[in-house]
């Protein structure tokens, strides 16, 4: 093989190998930040769960899930929290949203922006007294 074949084959592969990684790189960044927004909504669910009343489950809920969500790539993550009666052997229910921007990554991700959902749902702790 000659020099200039070899480079004649390098300039046509190269595009093809580097849309390839781009687009795995923001493939891991939907999958990591999909991730998060999951971990973040079960954490508030446990922790409503842990309150003695709904008002208390809702602060420290909202506490818990910026806490958490604060670690991934994740922008204007949203969350919902569903109390239900709050008695004991009940559910709290959290369902998120959120979006991650891909912007750098348009050649592979035209839209430049992903919307993500979660839901979660944890049991009121049974022993504990709730108030209403």
Known sequence: ???????????????????????AAATVQL???????????????ATAARAPNPAAGEIA????????????????AVLRISFGAFQRGGEVVASSS??????WARLVFPDG????????AARLEPWRTHSP
């Open 1 to 23: 093989m000659s020099g200039g074949q070899s480079l004649v084959e390098l300039a046509a592969a190269a595009p093809v190998v580097m849309l390839l990684a781009v687009g």
């Open 61 to 76: 809920a909202r506490e818990r899930f910026a806490a958490v969500i604060a670690a991934y790539p994740v922008r204007a």
């Open 113 to 120: 922006a992903f919307l993500l959902h979660a839901t979660a």
């Open 98 to 103: 959120g979006s991650v921007a891909v912007g």
């Open 31 to 45: 999958a990591d930040a999909q991730a998060g927004l999951r971990a973040a909504t079960q954490a508030a669910a």
